[in-house]
């Protein structure tokens, strides 16, 4: 079982990955590509807070990206 010192980075850089295809898709990946930069942004955030807690929940949102 991985901690979530382990998988928070890896979520983030997956999402990275996603963010990159939104973008090359052009216009009509507008939307998610804003959806994604503002998941990414809350999860760096709550990084550098170190709240625990609200990492848990960005990690959560990471998650749900596709």
Same mark, same amino acid.
């Given at each position: 079982?991985?901690? /979530?010192? %382990?998988?928070?980075? #890896? +979520? +983030? @850089?997956?999402?990275? %990955?996603? =963010?990159? +295809?939104?973008?090359?898709?052009?216009?009509?990946?507008?939307?998610?590509? &804003?959806?994604?930069?503002? #998941? =990414? #942004?809350?999860? !760096?955030?709550?990084?550098?807070?170190? !709240?625990? @807690?609200? &990492? /848990?929940? @960005?990690? %959560? @949102?990471? #998650? !749900?990206? +596709?």
């Amino acid at each position: 079982m991985s901690s /979530l010192g %382990e998988e928070y980075p #890896k +979520q +983030q @850089a997956r999402c990275r %990955e996603v =963010l990159e +295809q939104y973008i090359e898709i052009g216009t009509a990946g507008n939307f998610g590509a &804003m959806m994604i930069r503002a #998941k =990414l #942004k809350e999860a !760096d955030e709550a990084a550098v807070s170190g !709240d625990v @807690a609200r &990492m /848990l929940r @960005a990690f %959560e @949102a990471m #998650k !749900d990206v +596709q």
